[in-house]
């Protein structure tokens, strides 16, 4: 399965992002095999900057560098997938300023919601960054009335456990770009998380 042949944005209502960059994950998957759910917030500008993009692009570079930050030796997108990785963005077109409204985390939810449904094996959600929490709870709140993650520093509220439907959710930092690899105390705390999530499948 590709997610790109699934999941099609009708007509790019969102005023805020560039939407000649909206990209949607487009290498085959295993959907029955994906185990962890990990949100970003959006692509780059720079499709040869994308997470899924042929070589080494560089939103790939900072997350291998995540993972072997956690304890994982991986190099390669398709190592991540078979660890039972799937990773995605809570935005599919790159961002104009440094924010996004709350209306364009909203609308891109709807496309979030349906892609997320593509994977029935799901047992962690990471939500990396305060774009992914915000997508991710406007799809819950909808499905059950309450944010699963509350409001407030990520650095406070990462302390406590949260859970959807009995799967473990991470709220984390965002460990793509530029800022991964300046931030030495969010590249720890990622790190924590990244290992927490993998023990937890592997010990299922």
């Known amino acids: 399965m590709k997610t790109s042949d699934e999941i099609i ?9 560039n939407i000649a960059s909206y990209v949607v994950p487009y290498r085959e998957i295993e959907p029955e095999k994906i185990r962890i759910l990990m949100i970003t917030e959006a692509p780059s500008v720079d499709r040869e900057d994308y997470i899924y993009a042929e070589g080494s692009p560089f939103h790939l570079q900072t997350t291998v560098q995540a993972f072997n930050d956690g304890g994982v030796n991986i190099s390669t ?5 078979d660890l039972g990785v799937y990773i995605t963005t809570a935005i599919k077109c790159a961002k104009i300023q440094y924010s996004v409204s709350s ?45 699963v993650i509350p409001g407030g520093s990520t650095y406070k509220i990462r302390k406590q456990k949260y859970y959807y439907e009995g799967k473990r959710v991470f709220p984390s930092y965002l460990q793509t770009g530029r800022n991964y690899l300046i931030e030495k105390s969010k590249r720890r705390m990622i790190a924590e998380d990244i290992k927490e999530a993998v023990q937890l499948i592997k010990g299922r």
């Open 9 to 17: 944005c009708p007509d790019f209502p969102c005023s805020d992002v």
């Open 77 to 81: 997108m398709q190592e991540i997938l």
């Open 103 to 147: 209306q364009t985390i909203k609308n891109c939810s709807e496309l979030l919601g349906k892609e997320v449904a593509l994977f029935p094996g799901i047992e962690v959600y990471m939500l990396m960054g305060d774009v992914a929490i915000k997508a991710m709870n406007s799809i819950w709140k909808k499905r059950q009335g309450t944010n």
